[in-house]
């Protein structure tokens, strides 16, 4: 019993020391030294917290609580043209295309320089102003056909070649722009030149000023197939027919040009005098009549036809 208690005292004795604060011999292990006595100096940059929870939230982000918002913001540049932006409207009530752009009506009779180059009142194409106002081309009209606006008698016709002269100068004289920059021949004969051949051969449609479609190639001037009467001047200006017989007629046009485009031998001398008779044209006439009605003297004043030609 007594050897029992004896060895419960030396155990006991002998462990006292593992409970120590600072063992049997004052030390302790480091590690458990710095576990119980080391703690982060606040002053010390480089101290690491040891916390599982992280102490920062990112930068750069809003938070509030409960809600979360993203605010997007989109920046778009104007786009800019140095191109003109230009609009047509066609108005099939009047046949004019109105440009938004500028307000002007191609078709209306107003020249509205310098968006329009010609404006002759409506939108046919082949009369020497299309349907976009512009002037046409030589290689895409028709050809004109138009009555003088001036009177001349036989001596002031002065030869045929100077009837041509007065053609082109009413052309060129002429309010409208189609007809200024053409060529233009009087549809007359004399002793050695027959009207026929000073126009020339030519398929194409001849046409009024107005648009009008005369006849369809120079073979209908020879046979006296015309479409309508040769009654609008290079002015644009429409004659009023009096209806009068060709003896009496004191509005007829002077031809010296029989029904077939040959010459007639009534010329007043050639056009140069103004005794004798010419052979005289009755313009309101779509038969042969147009070009071969009657002779007349030669001191009266009648018009000419002038026929374009290439």
Known sequence: MSFAR??????????????????????ATSSET????????????????????????????????????????????????????????????????????????CGDGVLDAPVEECDDGNQVEGDGCDALCQVEQPDKQKRFVFLSSGSF????????DNADVLCDSLASKSPLPALQMRKFRAWLSDGSTHAIDRIGSYDGEYVLVDGTVLASGSQ????????????????????????????????????GTQADGTADSANCNNWTA??????????GATDGNWTGCSPRSCDNALRLYCIEVE
């Open 34 to 105: 710095s576990a119980a006595t080391t703690a982060p100096d606040p002053t010390d940059a480089s101290a690491t917290s040891t916390s599982d929870a992280p102490t920062t939230e990112p930068t750069g982000t809003v938070t509030s609580i409960g809600t979360t918002e993203t605010t997007t913001t989109s920046t778009t540049e104007p786009v800019t043209s140095t191109e003109p932006v230009t609009t047509t409207t066609t108005d099939p009530s009047t046949s004019t295309t109105i440009d938004e752009t500028t307000g002007s009506s």
């Open 153 to 160: 008698t036989g001596a002031q016709i002065n030869k045929i």
């Open 274 to 283: 103004d005794r004798g008779t010419g052979m005289m044209g009755a313009f």
């Open 220 to 255: 209908a001037l020879k046979v006296a197939a015309l479409k309508t009467m040769i009654n609008v001047t290079e002015k644009g200006v429409q004659i009023p027919w009096l209806m009068q017989a060709c003896g009496v007629s004191t509005d007829g046009v002077w031809t």
């Open 6 to 27: 004896s060895h419960v005292l030396l155990v006991v004795l002998a462990s006292s020391g593992c409970f120590s604060p600072s063992g049997i011999d004052g030390s």
